[in-house]
Each structure stands twice: as C-alpha cells, then as structure tokens.
C-alpha cells in the first residue's frame, strides 16, 4: 500500500458518492431518460478518469448514431469509451450483480446480458433495436470479443448481437481502445482477465504512476450482414493496433 493508492482510492469514493448525488437531483428535472442517463454516464466517467489522473486521447470522429464495436481490454473501457461519447453498452449479466457499481451501470442505461441464456440474447437484441430507433445522438456500443483479454490479441468477434444494426441497415462503427504506460510497462499489466479478482486488480490500476488510454474509430459502414460486420470490424480494429504499436515502437 502506498499514499498514491490512498489518495485515489479516496478521491474515487468521493466522485462516486457526488455521482450519485447528480443522478438523485436529475429527478427534480423530471423523469430520468435513456438519454439523461447515459450523458450522466459520461460526465461521471469523465470526473472519475480526471480524479485518477488518466488521460484520454481520441482519433477519429465518435459516431453519433448506431453501433459502435470495441475490443475489451477491462472495466476501465467503460470509463474510457462513455467520456469520450454518450452510448449505451452491451454488457455481461455478472456486471450487474457488483455491489454498487452494477446499479451504476444500469442507471446509465446499460443493456445487461446473461450470456448462457438463449431467451436473454433475444431480449438483448429488442433492446439494441429499439435503442438504435431512439431519436437521440447516442449510438449502442457492443464488445463483440465477449470478454476482456490481456491485449495480445483481438479475440474472435461474436456477431449475434451485431445483428440488430445489420439488419435494420443502422452504421457500424469500429473502435480501437489501448493503454500507454507512462514508464513503459507493458499494456497486459491494466488489462483485467483470467482469474484476477475486481478490487484486486483496481487496487494495481489504483497504484499505476501514469497512464493513458487511446482511443481511435473508424469510418462508420452498413453491412450486408452481421457475419461480415463482425470479421470486417475485427480485421479493422487489430489493424488499428497494429499501427499503434509501430508508432509506439518508432518513438522509442
């Protein structure tokens, strides 16, 4: 334990504790929105990422409309991915069984997932449809991969909820998303996978000295189908890292 630690840990319960707060006072605005809800989303994100003195750069145009699809690194592609535009995730039932931060996660507007239940995935799929018909610029943003990985590799894409936005002709956006160590530490070590245990792991994140997250979206494209949005979308995203890495590496 160190005082970087104490110091974030605190400053991170205090911006939770003033989140809540301002989703509390949204009703005395009336009703609360999907839309409110995920703009409230964001600017919580934006406050918790400037308390832990993580910066975020973006290339590339956020869509405002759609879907977008994003590799997964870790929780912290939620926080990173909903400051830098307002959207509605997609993400695994088990999130919304976390103390706290799963009622965080459905206030913003989360679509939750239990991913062994056939009856869940079709419910999933009418809730995308559905957002992505809501007349307000803010896009559905699905990790195809269906589970974060340690960044190595892009994992293979699962096109079954990709299929609301082919089908209905809505664009499809690919985001790349990757973390830059200030000292040089490999990415793996931000990233949340295998058996690594939630507060173990935000514990390691909360003593990391700097770092910062990349951020970069393709072109928005209507595919033909959802089999072809999610190899194309996949073959553009690992691209996108790739170019990233090269640069990196040219900068050393």
């Not at 949340?192 to 792991?201: E, I, K, P």
Request: hydrophobic share 45%.
């Amino acid at each position: 334990m160190n005082l970087r630690q104490i110091r974030r840990a605190v400053a991170l319960g205090f911006e939770i504790f003033l989140s809540i707060v301002r989703l509390w006072l949204l009703r005395l605005n009336g009703p609360r929105t999907l839309e409110t809800r995920a703009r409230w989303m964001g600017s919580s994100s934006r406050r918790v990422l400037e308390r832990l003195g993580i910066r975020c750069t973006v290339q590339g145009l956020p869509p405002e409309h759609g879907m977008v699809v994003s590799n997964h690194l870790s929780y912290l592609d939620i926080l990173v991915l909903s400051s830098v535009m307002p959207c509605f995730f997609v993400s695994k039932a088990e999130i919304s069984r976390w103390p706290l931060f799963g009622w965080l996660g459905g206030s913003g507007g989360t679509i939750f997932l239990d991913r062994g239940s056939l009856a869940s995935a079709q419910s999933v799929a009418s809730q995308i449809t559905e957002r992505l018909k809501l007349p307000v610029a803010i896009p559905v943003l699905l990790f195809p991969e269906g589970t974060s990985s340690d960044g190595s590799q892009v994992l293979l894409f699962h096109s079954r909820l990709i299929d609301p936005a082919a089908s209905a002709g809505a664009p499809i956006t690919a985001a790349s998303i990757r973390y830059v160590l200030h000292d040089g530490t490999p990415e793996r070590e931000l990233c949340w996978f295998g058996d690594q245990t939630f507060v173990s792991h935000l514990w390691k994140v909360l003593s990391v000295g700097g770092f910062e997250a990349e951020v970069q979206f393709g072109e928005p494209h209507i595919y033909a189908s959802r089999r072809a949005a999610a190899q194309a979308t996949r073959e553009e995203i690992i691209a996108m890292r790739e170019a990233d890495d090269r640069s990196a590496a040219l900068s050393l």
